[in-house]
C-alpha cells in the first residue's frame, strides 16, 4: 500500500483530531502517504484534499473540533455521489480509506467499500449509539462538559431555590443524559429508551421542597423532547421556581479529555493496521480495555446501541 486518506465527517466531536493524528503519524512511519480530505465527503466529491505531513498534525491533539472540518453530505446518500466520490479516489490512487464519523458517516463508508474501495471506520459520535464499541470518540470529553455545566448550574440553582430542567443532545439515544445524570447528582433523568411518570417526578420534586431542598437538576434527553415542553408540564406543580438551559452544541466541542485523546490515538493507529493487513469494511470499536473489528453492515444493519441495563440499575439504586 503506498498511499491512504482519511476524512472526518457528520457531526465533529472532540478526539476526531486525535484519531487523524494517529492515522498519519502511524501511516508515514510505515512509509504510506496520507491524503487528507477537507469537509468530509463534500471534499471527495468535490476534490478538495491535501497531502498531509507530520508537521499537518502537530499542535492538533488538544484542540477540539476536526480541523480537517466535517459536514452532513447528502449526495453521498445517493449513488451518483458514491460513484463519483469512489471515482475521485482511484484517481488520487488511494488504495485505502479511513473514515471518522457516526451512523450516517459509516453508511458512506459501506457505500465506498460496496463500489471497490478498502475503507474501516472510527466510531465517532457524542451520542455513543453506535453498537459494537463500548464507547465512541468524543462521548467523554462531551459527558466532562455537560458535568461542568450541571455544576455551575448548581451553584446558581442553590442560591435561588429553584429547579433547572437541562437538555442534553444524543438524537434518540438516552446514553449521554443517563450517565451524565449518575456523575451529576441529578435528581431525575429523562431518556426516550425509558418510560417515565410525571406525577411521581413532580411529587418528588415537591417533597424535595418540603425538605428545605435548595436545588433540583432534571436531565431531559433531546429524543424525549424539549427542555421547554418539560418546564411547561412542572412549571405549576413543583413548588419550586424553575429555569431551563439547553446544552446544544456546547457538549460537543472543547479540548479532548485524556480518554479521548488516547481512544482516538488507538482507534487511528488500529484502523492503519487493519487496512495493511487487507482489511475493509469494517468499524473499529473498544470492548473492555481491547480493540474490535466489526463488519460494518452488521454494525449499521443491528440499530441504536441499547442502553446498559445495569447503567439504569446504577442510577435506580442511587435515585436518579
Ligand atoms: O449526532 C451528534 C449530534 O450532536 C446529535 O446529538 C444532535 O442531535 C445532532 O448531532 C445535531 O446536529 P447538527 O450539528 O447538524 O445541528
Known amino acids: 500500500m503506498k498511499r491512504i486518506a482519511v ?40 476534490r478538495h484534499y491535501e497531502i498531509m505531513s507530520t508537521r499537518s498534525v502537530s499542535n492538533t491533539l488538544q484542540r477540539g473540533g476536526t480541523f480537517l472540518q466535517s ?20 484517481g488520487l490512487g488511494v488504495e485505502g480509506l479511513v473514515v471518522i464519523g457516526g451512523d450516517g458517516s459509516l453508511r458512506g463508508a459501506m457505500a465506498l467499500h460496496n463500489q471497490g474501495i478498502r475503507v474501516i471506520g472510527i466510531p465517532a459520535s457524542i451520542d455513543n449509539d453506535l453498537p ?3 464507547m465512541s470518540l468524543g462521548v467523554d470529553t462531551a459527558l ?41 447528582g ?27 431542598r435548595d436545588n433540583s437538576i432534571i436531565l431531559v434527553a433531546e429524543g424525549v423532547g424539549s427542555a421547554q415542553s418539560i418546564s411547561d408540564q412542572i412549571k405549576d406543580r413543583i413548588g419550586f421556581e424553575s429555569r431551563i438551559m439547553v446544552l446544544g452544541h456546547y457538549q460537543r466541542g472543547g479540548s479532548p479529555t485524556t480518554f479521548d485523546r488516547l481512544l482516538g490515538s488507538r482507534f487511528g493507529q488500529g484502523a492503519m493496521d487493519a487496512l495493511k493487513k487487507g482489511e475493509t469494511g469494517k468499524m473499529i470499536g473498544l470492548s473492555g480495555a481491547k480493540l474490535t473489528l466489526t463488519d ?7 440499530g441504536q446501541r441499547p442502553i446498559d441495563k445495569n447503567m439504569i440499575k446504577l442510577a435506580r439504586s442511587l435515585e436518579v
Open 71 to 90: 459536514a452532513r453530505c447528502k449526495e453521498m446518500m445517493e449513488e451518483p455521489g458514491q460513484r463519483l466520490a469512489a471515482e475521485n479516489l482511484k
Open 7 to 46: 476524512l472526518t465527517s457528520g457531526g465533529d466531536c472532540s478526539g476526531m483530531n486525535a484519531a487523524i493524528r494517529g492515522v498519519v503519524r502511524s501511516a508515514l512511519s510505515a512509509g504510506i502517504e496520507v491524503v487528507g480530505i477537507q469537509k468530509g465527503y463534500h471534499g471527495l466529491i468535490d
Open 296 to 302: 460494518m453492515q452488521k454494525v449499521l444493519d443491528s
Open 186 to 212: 441529578a435528581e431525575h433523568a429523562l431518556i426516550p429508551e425509558v418510560e417515565y411518570d410525571m406525577d411521581r417526578i413532580c411529587e418528588n420534586l415537591r417533597k424535595r421542597y418540603r425538605e428545605g
Open 132 to 134: 459494537f464499541t463500548d
Open 144 to 184: 466532562n462538559n455537560i458535568g461542568y455545566a450541571v455544576d455551575c448550574l448548581k451553584d446558581t440553582a442553590s442560591s435561588h431555590d429553584r429547579a433547572f430542567i437541562v437538555e442534553v443532545m444524543g438524537r434518540r439515544c438516552g446514553y449521554l443524559t443517563l450517565v451524565a445524570a449518575i456523575a451529576c
